[in-house]
Every structure is written in structure tokens, then in C-alpha cells.
């Protein structure tokens, strides 16, 4: 206490400044030595919310908390299958289309949603055209659904039908499957809108020749084990959400001998190894079904407030908390800042868009940026950004993954199971890292670019706690 004591007569007193820079200032141009902190208050002020978000802090949301990180960490999601999704999904029918993020209606989509409704109606054999394909959709004879409400997800627009092939992930721990469809590649692609004749064959080749024959080769793999892709992609690289080079690589070499020893002939096995090779994406669908699978062991465990789900339809972001079982809490979805291809500019783009930010529910994507300096040449920034932008989410997390580590980080393990608590006491909201799709349909994908997700839905499901 001396040694303190003796410090301060010799160096006289410093204030700490909270709140407000201008008592700092004021204090400054005084000679009067300060140190400020940018403090603020938590939820903003709101009284309310102060007071539910001081309620939140029992002992028995920590044990909550607690088993929802041990499900996130010990999930085993092993990919065991491939098969049409009106085979596989739940209360899934010919006439039933899926999309991304929160349900929404055919009225209130944005136009690459709607285009790639339209393409996916006309790839069902559903309508001979778009046009009669919109007429379709407007009498009501299509049931539009979220992806979400099927145990999956999709990419960008999410779009799903019956005779898409999707990948089937068990999570072998919690007894659970996550569904996804085949990733296409970058562009023009059905997931950013785009429906024409090009993209429409191509869906059939990935329905007649593609799927089938990977089918056939996990079914002789007798399941491979994606966590363990994942985990490999991160220290090869990838943050397994826009960057997905070694995780591709890495699923071709498991896949390949197997493939070898199916009947599937020669030339389309050439195809295939040409296709996802030159498809740097090509994990990203089975990673985010894995995610899904993993996320989802988490749903339904009571006073938990780690969020389970979080996608965005182009209109609206939704998020799901453990403790809050099915309910939606959504906010306008918020608008990428990027890098666009050639000839495009913000100007062109859709908001943001897609399922793929189940990525960063389970600890992998724009959390795990750290892991994938290189990720900023496609979606814009500098490594250091990348860098910061996981130690941020690190205040927002429950807790960290045991198995994805960051290797820049002396392998610490990646920010894991977003804390409705911290997020509304800090005001730091999830990083996302996305894909931009024009707004217009038919175009397809302008760009890549990173945002962090809107507040509003934040604020809802706290409400939402109060009131449970």
C-alpha cells in the first residue's frame, strides 16, 4: 500500500474518464493527466432491458449455458448419406420449395429469392417457363417454407426442392441430422438468383450424375467425418464459410477412392473430379450442414441463451435462442460492404442474404477470420481486420471450441456459442462474411463482402426472456 501511496505524491493523481469524451477533453486542456474509457452503458440505457439482462445472470442460465457449449463442442456431425431432399426432409413434397433465413412470403421477397423460386419451380418440371412459373407460385399451388423448419439449409437464396440432392449429416454425439443441397459454384447460379438455361442444366447433371454417384461412395466410406475436415480446413487456411480451398481439397482426397470402386463410369467420374476441383466452394454446403446439425443439438435447453441459428431471406435477419425454442426474432437485413466483380457496385446489391451464417453459430466462418488471413481478398479489408475480428466476437461468445483452433493464435480455440447476454450488455453483435447477389433476379452473384448483423432481433429475444 506504501509503495502505491509513495507513486501517487511522486506522480501526482490521473483521472479515469468514463462515458462521455468530453470530460476527458475538458480535463485535458486543464493539464490534468486522464485516461478515458469508452464505457457505455448496457442495452443502450433501456431500463427494461437492464433489468431483464440482470435477471439473465443466475446460476441456472450458466449451467444452460454451459451443457449448450458442451453439445456445440463434443457434436460429432459424419456425413452418412446423399439423397434426393423429398426423400430425406421432413414434410417435404414436389410442390414445396424451400428458402434461406426466416419464413417469408412470395410478396415480400427480394428478386434473387424470387428468381431462384421461379428457376427451382421450372427445374421441377413444375411450369415449361418462368412466366408460367410465376403464375404458379401467385395461386398459391407452391408452399414456400424456410429451410430452417426442415432441419436445413441453403446458401445465399436457400433454395431447395424435392429432387435436390442433399447431403445428410448425423450428429453421431446427440442422435440429430443437418441438411444441405449440392453447392453449384460461384456466379450464376441458381442460390444467387440467377435461372436461366445454363443453370438449370446444370442442376440436372448434379441430379442424374453428381449426386447419385457421390451417394454411392459414402455409402462404401461408411460415413466421413466432416468435424474433422473442419478442423484440418482451419489450419490449412480456411475459415470453412468464404474461403473453403482446403476443406474442398481435403474432401476430394477422403472421397476419391471410394469413388473409384463405384459403378459409376469413367468418363462421369472425370466430370465429377473436374467439378469439384474447380469448385473452390464446394465444402461450403456440407460444412453448413454439419453446422446445422451441430447447432440444432442445442435447441429447446431451458433459461439457455446461446443462440442456435441465425439467416437472412434478403429482406429480414432471424435469430433462434436455445431457451426460446422455435420463436423467430428478426430485424431489416443489413447491407455487405465489399468487393464487387467488374461492372458492379453497391448500388447493384441485394441485402444480405442466406443460411450460411449457421457457420458462425458453431464456431467456424467469419468468427474463425483469424484462421484465413487471405479470406479479405474476396470479401475486402486487411489481415489485421481479420485478426481483430475475432478477437472481438470473443467478448460476444460463451466460450471457445476445443477442436477449431486458430494457429496465428497460438491454436487457441475458435469464439464458440454467441451469448444473447453479452451481445446486448457489450452492443457487439455477430461479424458476417457473405456472398452479394444482385437485387435484380437471373443476374447472380456481384461480389463478396462483410457486415455485422443488425441489432433489432437482439433486442427482441431479450424481451422475449423477460416475458418467458
Not at 15 to 33: D, R, T, W, Y
Not at 112 to 131: F, I, S, T, W
Amino acid at each position: 500500500m506504501s509503495v502505491h501511496i509513495n507513486n501517487l505524491l511522486k506522480n501526482g493523481p490521473s483521472v479515469i474518464s468514463m462515458g462521455l469524451p468530453l470530460f476527458g477533453e475538458a480535463l485535458k486542456e486543464q493539464g490534468v493527466k486522464t485516461d478515458h474509457i469508452d464505457w457505455k452503458p448496457p442495452c443502450e440505457g433501456d431500463p427494461e432491458l437492464i433489468s431483464i439482462l440482470s435477471s439473465l445472470q443466475s446460476e441456472e442460465v450458466e449451467k444452460a449455458n454451459s451443457l449448450a457449449l458442451d453439445r456445440l463442442i463434443n457434436s460429432t456431425p459424419v456425413l452418412v448419406d446423399l439423397a434426393p431432399a423429398a426423400e430425406v426432409l421432413p414434410d417435404m413434397d414436389k410442390h414445396t420449395i424451400l428458402h434461406a433465413g426466416p419464413p417469408i412470403s412470395w410478396e415480400r421477397m427480394c428478386g434473387p429469392m424470387k428468381g431462384a423460386v421461379l428457376g427451382a419451380v421450372v427445374y421441377e418440371g413444375l411450369a415449361d417457363n418462368l412466366n408460367e412459373a410465376e403464375k404458379l407460385v401467385e395461386s398459391g399451388k407452391i408452399r414456400l417454407d424456410s429451410c430452417h423448419h426442415h432441419n436445413a439449409v441453403g446458401p445465399m437464396a436457400g433454395v431447395t426442392s424435392a429432387s435436390m440432392y442433399m447431403f445428410v449429416v448425423e450428429n453421431v454425439s446427440f442422435n440429430n441430422r443437418g441438411f444441405c443441397n449440392l453447392n453449384e459454384g460461384l456466379g450464376k447460379v441458381l442460390r444467387f438468383g440467377a435461372n436461366d438455361a445454363e443453370v438449370l442444366k446444370r442442376l440436372k447433371w448434379m441430379e442424374s450424375t453428381l449426386g447419385p454417384a457421390l451417394k454411392k461412395a459414402v455409402k462404401l466410406s461408411g460415413g466421413i467425418d466432416i468435424k474433422n475436415i473442419t478442423s484440418q480446413a482451419l489450419l490449412m487456411g480456411d475459415e470453412c464459410h468464404n474461403r473453403n480451398v482446403g476443406g474442398t481439397l481435403q474432401f476430394l482426397k477422403v472421397i476419391t477412392p471410394y469413388l473409384l470402386k463405384t459403378d459409376t463410369p469413367y468418363s462421369d467420374i472425370r466430370d465429377i473430379f473436374d467439378f469439384i476441383a474447380g469448385n473452390a466452394h464446394f465444402y461450403l454446403n456440407l460444412s453448413m450442414a454439419s453446422c446445422k446439425a451441430t447447432a440444432d443439438s442445442i435447441k429447446g435447453i431451458e433459461k439457455s441463451t446461446i443462440l442456435y441459428c441465425m439467416a437472412r431471406n434478403g429482406v429480414e435477419i432471424g435469430i433462434r435462442v436455445a431457451g426460446l425454442g422455435d420463436e423467430w426474432f428478426t430485424a431489416p437485413s443489413g447491407m455487405p460492404d465489399g468487393l464487387y466483380f467488374s461492372g458492379f457496385s453497391k448500388a447493384d446489391s441485394n441485402p444480405d442474404l442466406g443460411d450460411s451464417t449457421i457457420s458462425e453459430v458453431a464456431g467456424i466462418g467469419a468468427v474463425a477470420m483469424a484462421a484465413a488471413p487471405a479470406i479479405v481478398k474476396f470479401v475486402g479489408g486487411s489481415a489485421s481486420m481479420a485478426l481483430e475480428s475475432t478477437m472481438k466476437m470473443y467478448q460476444i461468445t460463451y466460450g471457445s471450441h476445443r477442436d477449431f483452433t486458430i494457429p496465428s493464435l497460438d491454436f487457441m480455440g475458435t469464439p464458440l456459442g454467441f451469448d444473447l447476454r453479452k451481445i446486448m450488455e457489450t452492443g457487439i453483435t455477430p461479424i458476417i462474411n457473405t456472398g452479394i447477389a444482385h437485387k435484380k433476379a437471373g443476374i447472380g452473384q456481384i461480389g463478396a463482402g462483410i457486415l455485422d448483423a443488425p441489432k433489432g432481433g437482439f433486442k427482441k429475444a431479450l424481451l422475449a426472456f423477460g416475458r418467458k
